[in-house]
Structure formats: structure tokens, C-alpha cells
T-cell receptor, first 114, second 114 residues
């Protein structure tokens, strides 16, 4: 049973336009959410995060929105650039101290077309 | 800091052989995680350690898989005997105290069992 789901395996966007990546979760106990970006032959790298007490967090071109009632979060990239082409993983966590761990979604391949 | 270091980068082995994957976490990080990435399931947590102690190994798929962390600077993931369905990219990640700052991932080991 996947607790974190990314239902779109791929997304193509034109350069300069907005990219919207979506993520749904089932565990209402999750209290921290993160997005990771992964290039081929590299490990995932942390991109942006949001606590469950917020509904929006912005960092430059990247904004994460959290809708707790819908158990949904999204990552907006605007404007999209060809260098943003990568696999994006949504992750969620719960717990404290040594018990805290991340649960990842299956990823969305974003392709930004020049 | 050189980041999380995994070796080897690529491993091709025959079915039935023993495979050992290695990981050196970032110095000072007290949590270490082993993940497996497949097309179907995305990033799956196999096992994680806190202060060198295994905390949760419920993600280890079978008894053929074992992991150790003899000290704070080294961990191994062993598969014995290996099977073709074990073919995947295996990532090691480390973090300090909690996930608020995200994990730092290694570049992964691509395992192919023929």
C-alpha cells in the first residue's frame, strides 16, 4: 500500500511555462513534506520542503503548496528551464527523533522542452 | 565534505553470487538509510540505522538481504544469493538527527544480476 503517490509518471512542459507536479498521500499523520530532484546517474537531491502547519513555501522559482484536507501537495516551477528536466520525488515523514523516516513517491519525470 | 560515498557505482553479477554494496555516510550524520529504486515502486526504504543501530528493517524484501553498520563511517548491504529481480539502483543516504533538512543521498550503485 503506497502511502505517497505520484500518479503522473511523466510531464512535458515548454520552456518558460509553469510546471506543476502533484503528489497525494494517505497517512494523515505525516507532518513534513519534501521534494527531491534526481538527475540520471546521480542520487536524489533535496529541493524544497514544507511543514504541515503551513500551506505554502516558496524558494525562488520553486513553490510547494500543501492542502491537508485533500491530502495533496504540489510543486510549481515557474518559469521552467531545460535544466529542470529531471525526476522529481515527493516525500513525507512522521515520527520523532530516531523514528523519523521518509516515505517516497514513485517519481515524475519532468521534461522541459526548449 | 565529499558527501555520501557509495561503491561500487556499477555491479554486474551472476545469479546466485553474493553481492556487497558499501556506503560511507557524511561525517557527523547519525542516521543512515538504504533505499532501492525500481521503475515500478520508485524509492523503497529497505533499512535504516540510527547511531549505528538498526531501527527498522521491515523494508528488507527477504532473508537474502542483510545490512550492517559496524561503525559510524561505514555500512554494507549484502545480498546472498542474488537473483535477477534484485536488479535495481541501490541508494544510501545519511542525515543528522531528523529529516527537517532532508537526506543527503549517495550516487547509487546500479546492480545487474544476470
Amino acid at each position: 500500500d503506497q502511502q505517497v503517490k505520484q500518479n503522473s509518471p511523466s510531464l512535458s512542459v515548454q520552456e518558460g511555462r509553469i510546471s506543476i507536479l502533484n503528489c497525494d498521500y494517505t497517512n494523515s499523520m505525516f507532518d513534513y513534506f519534501l521534494w527531491y530532484k534526481k538527475y540520471p546517474a546521480e542520487g536524489p537531491t533535496f529541493l524544497i520542503s514544507i511543514s504541515s502547519i503551513k500551506d505554502k513555501n516558496e524558494d525562488g522559482r520553486f513553490t510547494v503548496f500543501l492542502n491537508k484536507s485533500a491530502k495533496h501537495l504540489s510543486l510549481h516551477i515557474v518559469p521552467s528551464q531545460p535544466g529542470d528536466s529531471a525526476v522529481y520525488f515527493c516525500a513525507a515523514s512522521v515520527g520523532s527523533g530516531s523514528a523519523r523516516q521518509l516515505t517516497f513517491g514513485s517519481g515524475t519525470q519532468l521534461t522541459v522542452l526548449p | 565534505d565529499a558527501g555520501v560515498i557509495q561503491s561500487p557505482r556499477h555491479e554486474v553479477t551472476e545469479m546466485g553470487q553474493e553481492v556487497t554494496l558499501r556506503c560511507k555516510p557524511i561525517s557527523g550524520h547519525n542516521s543512515l538509510f538504504w533505499y532501492r529504486q525500481t521503475m515500478m515502486r520508485g524509492l523503497e526504504l529497505l533499512i535504516y540505522f540510527n547511531n549505528n543501530v538498526p531501527i527498522d528493517d521491515s523494508g528488507m524484501p527477504e532473508d537474502r538481504f542483510s545490512a550492517k553498520m559496524p561503525n559510524a563511517s561505514f555500512s554494507t548491504l549484502k545480498i546472498q544469493p542474488s537473483e535477477p529481480r534484485d536488479s535495481a539502483v541501490y541508494f544510501c543516504a545519511s542525515s543528522f538527527r531528523d529529516t527537517s533538512y532532508g537526506y543527503t543521498f549517495g550516487s547509487g550503485t546500479r546492480l545487474t544480476v544476470v
